[in-house]
């Protein structure tokens, strides 16, 4: 780890006496004394306390202004004036500066180089050991994460089924809670397949933070689906207000990015739409959440008032947990699902074969939740059954991911059942 530290204290010593040396000859020049090149090495080695342990001969003494009676025995005094140390500083200052980018950029191309030449070959061992941990995981798991599977199938296959059934008479009907809610659902789908993803590659605390999505999709599908069309309106133009801020945006940072900015004219669209709305919607509008600002009697609402609207608060603990991977607090490196119970002298800084539970049952809950929420307006036998069908299918996957959970726990504690993936102990 330290190599190229010790390359660069290596140089830092050799310019050092690099400096000390021409320090010395220009002292001893300055007394009509050419010094050769062994004997200021001499100097460097013997020297102590300000006395110079060196023999001149005579032809370096004659003429000289060194005081014979001060020279004895080859030792002379030497001290240095604080206007000559200054000097040395002034032009060492330089050399380090000048050297450390040299040094950095040479020992990093080099770096690289020995990378690429066992590029194939350290590839193919992360590889190989990626694959060793996965077919350990899959084979201790395989159960749980079959069950959210096929939980995910069935209601990707329910949504897809129900969009193409009811889409025509939707657009006919310009049933807008429907749009809204198809698109949600969709979305969230895509994001259970993210979630069986990342728990089948040994990263729990990543599902956690993608479930945290779902819960947020699933609040609004809910609040959507129960106050109706002119609130999934108010949603949908409310884009207009997200797209007029990342506009504001844009300008400003554009030159530091190096990114071109917008035109006037596309500016000015995107500002004349978002005045439209303000001026259809009132002034409320323009905040994170003012699409629902006009249902729930706040000039601010925030994601909570919602949650609270359709009784999904109680959520607010695991959401706040499942926020930490996502922000940089002090939480998101200290609380992790991939670390066993009562392992805390651990850094994760890989993939992990534990703490699948609660993003996986979380997934199933807020995917279902979704998914009730887009077939509840349009009630039939099929839909109902469905319904029950991915009830009963979210009870088991909480039950089944749990009971294996409590099967790693015991296996861990009793016999220390060592976690896949790259962790470094403290």
């Known amino acids: 780890m330290d190599t190229l530290q010790q390359l660069f204290d290596s140089f830092i010593d050799e310019k050092t006496k690099q400096v000390q ?161 198809a698109r949600l659902h969709a979305r969230s789908c895509q994001i259970g397949s993210e979630v069986l993803v990342l728990l089948r590659s040994g990263f729990p605390d990543g599902a956690h933070a993608r479930w945290r999505t779902l819960h947020e999709i699933a609040v609004i599908s809910m609040f959507i689906a129960k106050h109706g069309n002119e609130v999934a309106e108010r949603y949908l133009d409310h884009e207009i207000v997200q797209s007029y801020k990342a506009a504001l945006q844009h300008q400003t940072h554009c030159p530091a990015l190096r990114y071109e900015p917008l035109s006037d004219e596309a500016f000015q669209q995107i500002k004349t739409a978002y005045d439209d709305a303000l001026n259809r919607y009132g002034s409320t509008f323009k905040d994170d959440y003012g699409w629902a600002s006009s249902v729930l009697g706040k000039q601010r609402p925030t994601f909570s008032d919602i949650e609270k609207d359709v009784d999904l608060e109680k959520w607010r603990p695991l959401y706040r947990m499942a926020s930490g991977p996502v922000h940089a607090n002090a939480m998101g490196i200290t609380v992790q699902l991939g670390l066993p119970p009562g392992i805390n002298k651990m850094l994760l800084a890989g993939a992990s074969d534990t703490g699948f539970t609660d993003p996986a049952h979380g997934t199933a809950i807020s995917l279902l939740q979704i998914t009730t929420s887009l077939l509840r307006p349009k009630p039939s036998i099929d839909t109902l059954m469905l319904c029950s069908v991915l009830m009963r299918l979210q009870r088991e996957i909480g039950d089944e991911f749990l009971k294996t959970q409590i099967l790693y726990e015991e296996k861990f504690c009793q016999s220390g059942f060592e976690p896949a993936g790259d962790q470094n102990q403290l």
């Open 21 to 181: 040396r021409d320090l010395l000859r220009k002292k001893f020049s300055n007394l009509g004394v050419n010094l050769r090149d062994e004997q200021i090495t001499e100097m460097l080695e013997n020297s102590s306390e300000g006395m110079i342990d060196v023999e001149l001969d005579d032809s370096q003494l004659r003429g000289s202004k060194i005081d014979l009676k001060d020279y004895l025995e080859g030792r002379i005094c030497v001290e240095f004036s604080e206007a000559e140390l200054d000097d040395a500083t002034k032009d060492f200052s330089p050399i380090l500066s000048d050297a450390i980018p040299t040094i950095v950029e040479e020992c990093a191309n080099l770096f690289l180089n020995e990378l690429r030449k066992t590029l194939r070959s350290h590839v193919k061992s992360l590889v190989r050991e990626r694959k060793q941990f996965g077919k350990k995981r899959e084979r201790f798991w395989r159960k749980s994460f079959a069950l959210l599977e096929l939980f995910v199938a069935t209601a990707r296959q329910t949504g897809s089924d129900f969009n193409r059934h009811y889409r025509e008479t939707a657009v006919k009907e310009n049933d807008l809670v429907f749009e809204v809610l």
